[in-house]
C-alpha cells in the first residue's frame, strides 16, 4: 500500500494545487519567484552535541520562521547534549516538499520528524509511516490543545478526529481578512466593524468606492480586494452557508445547490463583471499577495503566520487591520477555513523518545509557544497552541505591545473558537483522502472569471469529474483501509 501512497504523493504534486494548511499558503510563483529559484532554497543546519544519536528533520517553512525554529532546535540539543551526537535541519519550499518526501519514501529513509497535514493523516497511517504518540504525550498536554487541532489528528482506522494521535500540531491557522487602513482613510470610509462582518451587497459598494485609476492615466490601478482561488475563494462559498460535498463527504454537490451557485457567482462577479479585483491576465502578472504588499489593493487574506511580515514597516508599509468574510445571503456565520500542518515521527525511527520530547519542544512546551507567537522574540508567527497560554498572557501581552499584532485579533480568536457571528472550520480536503477533486475544480475557475464560460455550465462541466476523482479517493481510502 505504500506504493499507492507514493503514486498519490506524486500525481498531487502533478495538480500543482497550492491549498496548504499551516506556515503558508502562497505559492512562489504568486511571491515572485519562479520554480527553479525555489529549488535553490533548501538549506540544511546541523546542530551537534556529545551523544550519539542522530535526528533528521525535514520541513518546510519561510526564512523568518526557520530563524526562531532554528534558535528552539538548538536550544534542544544543548538540553540534551548528552544523548544527541546531531541534529540535522532541513527546510525547504512547500513547493518542494512533496517531491522530496516521495524521494525519501521510494528510497525507504524517511525523516526522523516531518510534516503532516490533516489531509493527509490517513493515509500515512494506513500505510505506516507514523508513529502513534499517545504513550508519549501525557493528556494533560493534549488537553490543553485547541480542540480543532486535536481532533485533526486523531484517527481510529476509519475516521479522523478520534482514536490515537498521530501528529503534535506545528500551528492552528486560519485565514482572517486583512484590510489596509489607509486606503479607507483616503477614500473617507468607515473602518469594517469586527463585531458586524459585512454582507455581499455591503461589501461590493465598499469594493466599488475602494477601485480607482489613482494616477489619471485612464487604467485602474487600485482594486477593492485582490482574491487568490486556492484559499480566498473557499471563505465567500462557506460563509453563504454552501459547500462542496454533502455531509459525509462522498458526493459533490454544486449543480443542484442554489447557495453554492449565489456564492461562486458573486466571487466570479466581483472580477467578471464588477471590477473591484485585478482581471485573471493582471493576476497572472503580478500576484494579489504582491500587490496587498505594494499597497495596490484594499482586502487581502490574512494567515496568522502573515501577521509577523503584515506588521514589518519594510514589507508593509501600511496601517492594516483585521475583519471579517463578508456574509452571503443564505448565510448566517462569517465562515473561513482554519488550516493546521502537524509535526509527525517516523514509525521507524530509532530514536521515538527524543523525537517526541523535540516535537513537544516545538508545539506544546510554554518556552517555545513564548518564542513562535512572538513573547521572547518580537515576531508572532503563529497563534499558541495551547489554550491556557493564548487566552491569558499572550492576549494580554498583545494588548500592551510587547508582541506585535494587528487590534483586532479577537477576530482570529472567533472563527477558532465560534460565536454569533464567526465560525471556523476545516476545508472538505480534511475529510477526503486526497485533495484531487478540489484541484479539478480549481483548475478551471480563471475561465469562468474571463468570461470563456458561464458559472451554470462550468458547474455542470465539472462536478462529474469532481465525482469521479473523489470516487477514485473513495476507493483508494477503502483498500488502503481493508488492507
Known amino acids: 500500500m505504500k506504493k499507492k501512497l507514493m503514486a498519490l504523493l506524486m500525481s498531487t504534486m502533478m495538480v500543482g494545487s497550492v491549498l496548504m494548511t499551516g506556515c503558508s499558503t502562497v505559492s512562489t510563483e504568486e511571491a515572485g519567484e519562479t520554480s527553479a529559484d525555489a529549488e535553490d532554497e533548501t538549506t540544511t543546519d546541523t546542530f551537534k552535541g556529545d551523544g550519539d544519536k542522530t535526528i533528521n528533520i525535514l520541513l518546510y517553512m519561510q526564512e523568518h520562521e526557520k530563524k526562531i525554529y532554528s534558535g528552539l532546535i538548538e536550544d534542544?540539543?544543548?538540553?540534551?547534549?548528552?544523548?544527541?551526537?546531531?541534529?540535522?535541519?532541513?527546510?525547504?519550499?512547500?513547493?518542494?516538499?512533496?517531491?522530496?518526501?516521495?524521494?525519501?519514501?521510494?528510497?525507504?529513509?524517511?525523516?526522523?520528524?516531518?510534516?503532516?497535514?490533516?489531509?493527509?493523516?490517513?493515509?500515512?497511517?494506513?500505510?505506516?509511516?507514523?508513529?502513534?504518540?499517545?504513550?508519549?504525550?501525557?493528556?494533560?498536554?493534549?488537553?490543553?490543545?485547541?480542540?480543532?487541532?486535536?481532533?485533526?489528528?486523531q484517527y481510529d482506522g476509519t475516521q479522523v478526529g478520534q482514536g490515537s494521535l498521530y501528529c503534535l500540531p506545528k500551528d492552528l491557522s486560519c485565514f482572517a481578512f486583512a484590510y489596509n487602513k489607509d486606503l479607507f482613510d483616503e477614500a473617507g470610509l468607515a473602518y469594517p466593524?469586527?463585531?458586524?462582518?459585512?454582507?455581499?451587497?455591503?461589501?461590493?459598494?465598499?469594493?466599488?468606492?475602494?477601485t480607482k485609476d489613482t494616477d489619471g492615466d485612464g487604467e485602474i490601478d487600485q482594486w477593492g480586494v485582490a482574491n487568490a482561488d486556492a484559499f480566498g475563494m473557499t471563505p465567500y462559498i462557506y460563509s453563504n452557508g454552501a459547500r462542496f460535498l454533502n455531509d459525509d463527504y462522498t458526493k459533490v454537490n454544486i449543480t443542484d445547490n442554489?447557495?453554492?451557485?449565489?456564492?461562486?457567482?458573486?466571487?466570479?462577479?466581483?472580477?467578471?463583471?464588477?471590477?473591484?479585483?485585478?482581471?485573471?491576465?493582471?493576476?497572472?502578472?503580478?500576484?494579489?499577495?504582491?500587490?496587498?504588499?505594494?499597497?495596490?489593493?484594499?482586502?487581502?487574506?490574512?494567515?496568522?503566520?502573515?501577521?509577523?511580515?503584515?506588521?514589518?514597516?519594510?514589507?508593509?508599509?501600511?496601517?492594516?487591520?483585521?475583519?471579517?468574510?463578508?456574509?452571503?445571503?443564505?448565510?448566517?456565520?462569517?465562515?473561513t477555513w482554519l488550516g493546521t500542518v502537524g509535526y509527525a515521527v517516523s514509525a521507524d525511527t530509532e530514536n521515538k523518545d527524543l523525537c517526541t520530547e523535540l516535537i513537544k519542544k516545538l508545539s506544546t512546551d510554554l518556552e517555545g509557544q513564548q518564542a513562535v507567537s512572538g513573547e521572547t522574540?518580537?515576531?508572532?508567527?503563529?497563534?499558541?497552541?495551547?489554550?491556557?497560554?493564548?487566552?491569558?498572557?499572550?492576549?494580554?501581552?498583545?494588548?500592551?505591545?510587547?508582541?506585535?499584532?494587528?487590534?483586532?485579533?479577537?477576530?482570529?480568536?472567533?472563527?477558532?473558537?465560534?460565536?454569533?457571528?464567526?465560525?471556523?472550520?476545516?476545508?472538505?480536503?480534511?475529510?477526503?483522502?486526497?485533495?484531487?477533486?478540489?484541484?479539478?475544480?480549481?483548475?478551471?475557475?480563471?475561465?469562468?472569471?474571463?468570461?470563456?464560460?458561464?458559472?451554470?455550465?462550468?458547474?455542470?462541466?465539472?462536478?462529474?469529474?469532481?465525482?469521479?476523482?473523489?470516487?477514485?479517493?473513495?476507493?483508494?481510502?477503502?483498500?488502503?483501509?481493508?488492507?
Open 377 to 483: 522574540t518580537g515576531e508572532s508567527l503563529q497563534l499558541p497552541n495551547i489554550m491556557d497560554y493564548a487566552k491569558t498572557t499572550f492576549k494580554d501581552k498583545v494588548a500592551d505591545g510587547t508582541v506585535p499584532y494587528a487590534s483586532n485579533i479577537d477576530v482570529i480568536y472567533n472563527y477558532i473558537e465560534g460565536s454569533d457571528k464567526y465560525e471556523g472550520v476545516f476545508s472538505e480536503t480534511t475529510y477526503t483522502y486526497n485533495s484531487e477533486w478540489m484541484d479539478v475544480f480549481l483548475e478551471g475557475v480563471p475561465n469562468v472569471k474571463n468570461g470563456t464560460i458561464s458559472v451554470d455550465e462550468y458547474l455542470e462541466e465539472v462536478e462529474p469529474k469532481m465525482q469521479e476523482a473523489l470516487d477514485n479517493a473513495i476507493e483508494l481510502q477503502n483498500s488502503s483501509t481493508n488492507d
Open 193 to 210: 466593524d469586527p463585531e458586524n462582518p459585512y454582507t455581499y451587497d455591503e461589501f461590493l459598494e465598499v469594493c466599488k468606492a475602494l
Open 258 to 335: 442554489d447557495a453554492f451557485k449565489t456564492a461562486f457567482q458573486y466571487y466570479v462577479d466581483l472580477t467578471a463583471t464588477e471590477g473591484v479585483t485585478p482581471s485573471v491576465e493582471q493576476d497572472t502578472a503580478l500576484g494579489g499577495y504582491q500587490r496587498w504588499l505594494d499597497g495596490q489593493v484594499a482586502f487581502y487574506a490574512c494567515g496568522t503566520w502573515d501577521v509577523a511580515a503584515f506588521m514589518d514597516d519594510s514589507t508593509f508599509p501600511y496601517n492594516w487591520d483585521l475583519c471579517g468574510w463578508p456574509i452571503g445571503p443564505d448565510g448566517t456565520k462569517s465562515t
Open 76 to 153: 534542544f540539543v544543548e538540553e540534551h547534549k548528552d544523548e544527541i551526537k546531531e541534529v540535522n535541519f532541513e527546510v525547504t519550499t512547500q513547493d518542494e516538499y512533496g517531491t522530496k518526501m516521495t524521494a525519501n519514501m521510494t528510497a525507504g529513509d524517511m525523516p526522523d520528524i516531518f510534516y503532516v497535514g490533516p489531509d493527509s493523516v490517513r493515509s500515512y497511517v494506513d500505510n505506516g509511516y507514523v508513529l502513534p504518540l499517545d504513550d508519549y504525550v501525557d493528556q494533560e498536554t493534549v488537553d490543553n490543545l485547541w480542540p480543532a487541532i486535536k481532533s485533526a489528528y
